[in-house]
């Protein structure tokens, strides 16, 4: 090994602090071994024995915040050398590396348990395995915040340990930390947390300076950090807890009166012990915390009834595998899927199981713990995609003739979820990145102005939902609370659909949190309604109830926090495929929409729902609430390693970069000034400013990977990497691909990935190097070709047969259009082309009769009753896609009739009626 080896890199270390602290583990590992071997070979110590030193002096900051390996084995290696035991100490890191870097000791048995504890051994022989024919129980670790000395702190760790038993379906140890700031620090770090205590005797600072930890205590919001004293403090410290990891339980012990202590704590505590109460009582409720959270009604329900002889005479045939067991020709389905699946395949609703349609019993469960783990009031499973959760949500809160304001670049399930409902439809636009040939989000001053034209037109009370899609597939987000604060105050009882199919997993999160719609509504209901903000609302009457900054404040007393997400579990989090959810946090939901709600959820949902998609977000849910933080925390870490290595790389970056968020979001929405989150001269951004003061962020676990200058185009480079490399992405742009990583990525994943980036770098330059100067000429004309694609267009406007009235509001009617298209008699096609281009320029008007939805950039760019603009037409002109849904390169474009457009304009065809062929 060289000396190179075992100097601390310069470039920064990696942005996960506890990737950091797993690899200064593996660096003291690689250290000791050259230590060991120096000392063999009886050669100057010196160097070798200062680095072991550095590593283990940064592992007892970094372990400081972890129960294992604990205080006890880090002594003991400190002690082995300082002794000089250098073939031990090389041992001993080596298996606590080997069990740390593989997460080894979190999966408890009796053997793990003699290896990973010092005094295992002095506890009698082993105990059995529980958890029925599992041979192993969850490991987790529980915070106890006290400034108790180490006597105290082992007599309460040994006396919780004495209350183990056989049936604990999870072993825990303790961790103990002295002041409010370790506190913090602790929970965000150490995601094996599961359970706090809040003690007595603990201070405000950590001693910790290490700017991987400090980083941390940046998550707070400033101004938010607990100042008060005594129990204050505690009811404090639970709140900033809470809104870090919400799905930690919280107990309180305490030596304080009962008049003080019952109705002053609030809601965040689980409950409280006094100082003399019994090991056992705290022993049995942290387990029964972690049981709340653990249990899967609806899963195991049909665990319970796959496993009953059961006799079908029903439907399903395939139930139990019995029609392929039974028959010669479909064996290899069961070999294939093996039988548990098929065992609990039924179409029954009783036996123990449930109604999707009308839950009860294991699903009602289910979907209220699922409420719980999101931060809804409601929560409801979709076993057909989100596709369908729009459309439901659509249908039970829109009315025909309803106004709907909607991001132009949705998905296409809500511009077919407006036809069915027969909205009046307000396209909003976003902002264009035509550099990229991608759309933004929607600036929150084209919502307030499309809302103020439609007030000053008298048409306010018809308006009924905004839909925004956060985040967009390319990673934008939103500030909903900020969004729909302002919103209300222009109209504040709008309903509010929030499409987050790809942001399921924001809610685990501390930093993505406050950007998902159950959150932000959480804190508007909870503002609006505080004494705080009403009294200040009432002190603004003066001034027209507007804030410093002359915006109208939301009035509270007329102020209803409507909001619906939908999302789509199998895309983020663990599902089968289609497995969706719709949640909800609606004040009035009970009063004026559960019934059109339920009558929508019955329009779009199967009688027969696959009941493995809806075991799969049972346990889906039960997986995040456990360990989605983690999983989360580790994605956005692996998301910044690829950033990091193609940015450092120099052979990748060379065809490749990374875009940041001042490549993806303009300065006038970015007012924190975050650039980049990764920089080489730089190192890490911070995000935590951003998520606070943007209107817009880059969501960091998108990777969106620039690749004009390879000369390739995207869908090129998206065929080479399936073909070739096996690796699947889905989106790209002329020069974009995107990469996901998600919580199923593993740092294996991201080294391959890595891997195959430099061989396409260096392919190219191979390729490049032995070029004749006419190829090199070929090859910078095509990426200049890629640098810059065709403008993106804007929403051009409704043709006046689609609109409702002749006032200049720009809504239209999509049902009329759509249905009027059924009849080919009032269908024209046209041709696309430069001839159609240059008649639309002279002053002729064509009306689209279909949506047209070219991929990239995969959302329509024309509807039924959209008037077809210059602009959409030069652009369709330039793309360079395989794809066009809608469009007919034989055909050419549909477009409706002049007869037609007249019997529309005339009344005779309505969005209600349309005359068949």
Request: overall charge negative; charged content about 25%.
């Given at each position: ?247 930690i339980d919280i107990f309180l012990v305490t030596d304080a009166p009962l008049d003080r202590v019952a109705g002053n704590l609030g809601t965040n505590f689980r409950r409280v012990f006094y100082r003399l109460e019994q090991h056992m009582e705290q022993h049995l409720s942290i387990l029964k915390g972690i049981r709340a959270r653990y249990e899967a009604p609806f899963f195991d329900a049909l665990r319970k ?119 009046m439809t307000v396209y909003l636009d976003s902002y264009a990145l035509p550099q990229y040939s991608m759309y933004g989000a929607v600036p929150l001053e084209e919502i307030e102005r499309q809302l103020l034209e439609l007030k000053a037109a008298g048409k306010l009370d018809r308006v009924r939902m905004l839909i925004l899609t956060n985040c967009t597939f390319d990673g934008l987000t939103y500030d909903p ?118 009558e929508a959820f019955m329009t779009h949902t199967s009688t027969s729902p696959n009941y493995q998609i809806v075991a799969s977000l049972d346990v889906g849910r039960r997986q995040v609430e456990l360990e989605g933080f983690e999983m989360v925390e580790q994605t956005i870490g692996l998301a910044m390693t690829l950033r990091q290595r193609v940015s450092e790389h120099p052979d990748i970056s060379r065809f ?262």
């Amino acid at each position: 090994m060289t000396h190179a080896e075992h100097h601390p890199h310069h470039a920064p270390g990696p942005y996960s602090a506890p990737q950091l602290r797993l690899d200064t583990w593996n660096d003291l590992q690689s250290r000791c071994a050259w230590l060991k071997e120096f000392s063999r070979e009886k050669r100057d110590l010196t160097e070798p024995r200062a680095l072991v030193a550095e590593s283990l002096a940064r592992l007892r900051v970094y372990e400081s915040f972890w129960a294992f390996p604990g205080p006890e084995r880090m002594s003991k290696l400190s002690a082995l050398l300082e002794q000089g035991s250098y073939g031990e100490l090389a041992t001993e890191v080596r298996e606590l590396a080997r069990l740390l870097v593989g997460d080894a000791y979190r999966q408890r048995n009796a053997s793990l348990e003699q290896a990973v504890r010092p005094d295992a051994s002095s506890e009698g022989p082993p105990r059995a395995p529980s958890m029925g024919a599992r041979a192993s129980k969850p490991y987790f670790e529980v915070l106890v915040v006290d400034g108790i000395d180490g006597y105290d702190r082992e007599e309460l760790r040994d006396g919780l340990r004495a209350c183990r038993r056989d049936t604990d379906e999870a072993v825990y140890e303790l961790l103990t930390v002295p002041s409010l700031e370790d506190a913090l620090i602790a929970v965000q770090f150490n995601w094996t947390i599961q359970t706090v205590f809040l003690r007595y005797n603990y201070g405000f600072h950590t001693e910790h300076k290490d700017p991987a930890l400090r980083r941390y205590l940046d998550a707070v919001p400033p101004g938010s950090m607990p100042t008060s004293f005594g129990l204050d403090r505690s009811v404090e410290l639970a709140r900033q807890i809470k809104k870090l990891r919400p799905e930690i339980d919280i107990f309180l012990v305490t030596d304080a009166p009962l008049d003080r202590v019952a109705g002053n704590l609030g809601t965040n505590f689980r409950r409280v012990f006094y100082r003399l109460e019994q090991h056992m009582e705290q022993h049995l409720s942290i387990l029964k915390g972690i049981r709340a959270r653990y249990e899967a009604p609806f899963f195991d329900a049909l665990r319970k009834y796959s496993a009953k002889p059961t006799g079908v005479f029903h439907a399903l045939p395939i139930a139990r595998g019995k029609s392929m067991s039974s028959g010669h020709w479909a064996k290899d389905l069961l070999e294939f899927y093996g039988p548990n699946i098929f065992m609990a395949e039924t179409s029954a609703t009783s036996g123990g199981l449930d109604s999707l349609l009308q839950p009860k019993g294991p699903i009602k469960r289910a979907q209220d713990n699922t409420a719980r783990a999101f931060g809804a009031r409601q929560s409801f499973f979709v076993t057909n995609g989100t596709s369908t959760a729009n459309k439901i949500v659509a249908q039970a809160m829109i009315q025909p003739g309803d106004i709907v304001l909607v991001d132009r670049d949705c998905h296409k399930s809500h511009h077919y979820a407006l036809v069915l409902a027969g909205a009046m439809t307000v396209y909003l636009d976003s902002y264009a990145l035509p550099q990229y040939s991608m759309y933004g989000a929607v600036p929150l001053e084209e919502i307030e102005r499309q809302l103020l034209e439609l007030k000053a037109a008298g048409k306010l009370d018809r308006v009924r939902m905004l839909i925004l899609t956060n985040c967009t597939f390319d990673g934008l987000t939103y500030d909903p609370a900020r969004v729909m604060e302002r919103v209300l105050a222009i109209k504040p009882d709008m309903v509010f659909l929030w499409d987050e199919a790809w942001y399921a997993y924001g809610r685990f999160s501390p930093a993505l949190r406050r950007r998902t719609a159950m959150d932000s509504a959480s804190r508007l209901r909870a503002r609006f309604r505080s004494d705080a903000y009403r009294a200040d609302y009432a002190q603004r009457a003066a001034d027209g109830h507007t804030d410093e900054n002359g915006r109208q404040l939301v009035d509270p007393e007329l102020a209803r926090v409507r909001v619906y997400s939908t999302q789509s579990t199998h895309k983020t989090l663990t599902s089968l495929r289609q497995g969706s959810m719709i949640h909800v946090h609606d004040e009035d939901f009970e009063q004026k929409a559960a019934d059109s709600f339920h009558e929508a959820f019955m329009t779009h949902t199967s009688t027969s729902p696959n009941y493995q998609i809806v075991a799969s977000l049972d346990v889906g849910r039960r997986q995040v609430e456990l360990e989605g933080f983690e999983m989360v925390e580790q994605t956005i870490g692996l998301a910044m390693t690829l950033r990091q290595r193609v940015s450092e790389h120099p052979d990748i970056s060379r065809f490749f970069s990374v875009l940041r968020p001042a490549d993806m979001i303009p300065p006038e929405h970015r007012p924190s000034g975050l650039d980049f989150y990764y920089d080489n001269e730089h190192g890490w951004g911070q995000l935590d400013r951003a998520y606070r003061m943007d209107e817009f962020t880059l969501d960091p676990t998108r990777v969106t990977l620039y690749i004009g200058a390879t000369g390739m185009d995207g869908d090129t480079f998206r065929h080479l990497l399936m073909d070739k490399y096996d690796i699947q992405i889905n989106k790209t742009s002329r020069n974009t691909a995107l990469f996901m990583p998600n919580i199923g990525t593993t740092r294996g994943d991201i080294a391959y990935l890595v891997n195959v980036l430099v061989e396409i770098s260096l392919d190219i330059a191979d390729r490049l190097s032995v070029e004749s100067e006419s190829g090199i000429e070929r090859h910078e004309a095509r990426v200049e070709s890629l640098i810059e694609g065709p403008p993106l267009p804007n929403f051009s406007h409704f043709h006046g047969a689609f609109k409702p009235d002749a006032s200049p509001t720009p809504e239209g009617d999509l049902r009329r259009a759509y249905f009027l298209a059924y009849d080919e008699n009032n269908i024209d096609l046209i041709g696309l082309d430069h001839e159609t281009l240059e008649t639309i320029e002279g002053g002729h008007e064509y009306v689209s009769a279909a949506f047209v939805t070219p991929y990239p950039p995969g959302f329509p760019v024309l509807v039924p009753g959209q008037v077809l603009s210059p602009e959409i037409i030069a652009y369709l002109l330039a793309l360079d896609v395989k794809e066009i849904h809608g469009y007919d390169p034989v055909q050419g474009l549909r477009v409706f009739t002049e007869a037609a457009l007249e019997q529309a304009a005339s009344g005779e065809i309505t969005s209600t009626t349309t005359e068949r062929v």
